[in-house]
């Protein structure tokens, strides 16, 4: 069983929209959900660590601007807007345990490719 | 924030040959790494987490850790042609809450 079910898995953004995106968790027994962005360098960079529901936070980085949101205990959202033109990158949901010695996984991450 | 490096950018190894892969990194506080690989298309899938200076062997993935050279290896006894795959050094901050990842070791295992 996938513990982290992301969705879309792939999407062609137009320019200039915005593009939702979720994850599900399967077992609530990993409270820190996280997202990373990836790009086509495979270069992994962490964007967000959220705990509780209702917590938000934005960030801008060169290329698109983020917007997360833990909707539940076992959903987090993130919003990709302002991507550039010709872009293609993924964004991947990560669950983990707490603690440093905590189960940790990656889902398999959605693909974004700006027209 | 950790900066992380690893070497080789890519690797090509024969089947059976020892794979050796590197990472670097920029604080030696954090007490939590990680080696991922990722084929194409695919999620994470970890191999080995080492927390403490030494040795953790996996199966057939061995990492050593050095803090105090701010090191940490990655070594696959008898590589198979589906180990091929982008290898990623993912080190934790002190909180241990978020990870810093270098660039990937991209191996190929050739028959």
């Known amino acids: 069983v996938t513990l982290l079910e992301q969705n879309p898995r792939w999407r062609l953004v137009p320019r200039g929209q915005a593009v939702n995106l979720r994850c599900i968790l399967k077992n609530s027994q990993y409270p820190w959900m996280s997202w990373y962005q990836q790009d086509l360098q495979k270069q992994l960079q962490w964007l967000f660590t959220l705990r509780s529901p209702g917590d938000k936070e934005v960030k801008s980085l060169p290329g698109a601007d983020y917007l997360a949101t833990r909707v539940t205990d076992t959903e987090l959202r993130l919003q990709v807007a302002n991507m550039s033109q010709g872009r293609t990158l993924y964004c991947t949901c990560?669950?983990?345990?707490?603690?440093?010695?905590?189960?940790?996984?990656f889902g398999e991450g959605s693909k974004l490719t700006v027209l | 924030q950790q900066k992380v490096q690893q070497s080789p950018e890519s690797l090509t190894v024969s089947e059976g040959a020892m794979a050796s892969l590197n990472c670097t990194f920029s604080?030696?506080?954090?007490?939590?790494f990680r080696w991922y690989r990722q084929h194409s298309a695919k999620g994470l899938e970890v191999l080995v987490s080492?927390?403490?200076?030494g040795e953790k062997e996996e199966g057939r993935f061995t990492a050593h850790l050095n803090r105090a050279n701010l090191h940490v290896s990655l070594h696959i006894r008898e590589p198979q042609p589906s180990d091929s795959a982008v290898y990623l050094c993912a080190v934790s901050d002190t909180g241990y809450q978020n990870f810093y990842f270098g660039k990937g070791t991209s191996l190929t295992v050739i028959p």
């Open positions: 080492i927390f403490s200076d």
């Open positions: 990560r669950a983990w345990t707490g603690g440093n010695t905590g189960q940790l996984y």
């Open positions: 604080d030696g506080t954090s007490n939590n």
